[in-house]
């Protein structure tokens, strides 16, 4: 059975992209925990990150750094943190989160309620910084 990411690359599931290539795939968090908070994930379908091959691995953080470099024109911040945890969801990502400060990164942090619009707005802010 495909992870909700996989179906999410198929267009099985609707998402918030903001960018894609053969390899990999951007797009919104859905509970944000800040503004901006965006998914990079391998469309192969791979639960562990490290389990990935080191040409892929490589290319995935290069990836991540052109989202990473776009969210922070998009959403001025001291820094975009990168993280992976992967409990969640099998299959391999990575959280790229806007940071004014360290706390922005923790995980038991609430949750945004973000409407249609703004997560529409901010993909596309996202994507305008490419």
Same mark, same amino acid.
């Given at each position: 059975?495909?992870?909700?990411?996989?179906?999410?690359?198929?267009?099985?599931?609707?998402?918030?992209?903001?960018?894609?290539?053969?390899?990999?795939?951007?797009?919104?968090?859905?509970?944000?925990?800040?503004?901006?908070?965006?998914?990079?994930?391998?469309?192969? *379908?791979? #639960?562990?990150? =490290?389990?990935?091959?080191?040409?892929? %691995?490589?290319?995935?953080?290069?990836? @991540?750094?052109?989202? +990473?470099?776009?969210?922070?024109?998009?959403?001025?911040?001291?820094?975009?943190?990168?993280?992976?945890?992967?409990?969640?969801?099998?299959?391999?990502?990575?959280?790229?989160?806007?940071?004014?400060? *360290?706390? #922005?990164?923790? =995980?038991?942090?609430?949750?945004?309620? %973000?409407?249609?619009?703004?997560?529409? @707005?901010?993909?596309? +802010?996202?994507?305008?910084?490419?």
């Amino acid at each position: 059975m495909a992870t909700i990411f996989s179906r999410i690359v198929a267009g099985e599931i609707p998402c918030y992209k903001v960018a894609e290539n053969d390899k990999f795939f951007a797009f919104l968090d859905i509970n944000p925990l800040v503004k901006g908070h965006t998914l990079v994930i391998p469309k192969q *379908e791979i #639960d562990y990150i =490290f389990d990935l091959n080191d040409e892929d %691995l490589g290319a995935m953080h290069v990836f @991540a750094k052109k989202i +990473a470099k776009a969210i922070g024109q998009a959403f001025p911040c001291k820094k975009v943190g990168m993280a992976v945890l992967g409990l969640e969801v099998p299959h391999a990502h990575i959280h790229l989160i806007p940071m004014q400060n *360290e706390k #922005d990164m923790l =995980f038991s942090n609430p949750k945004l309620q %973000l409407t249609d619009e703004e997560f529409k @707005a901010i993909a596309a +802010a996202i994507r305008a910084s490419l």
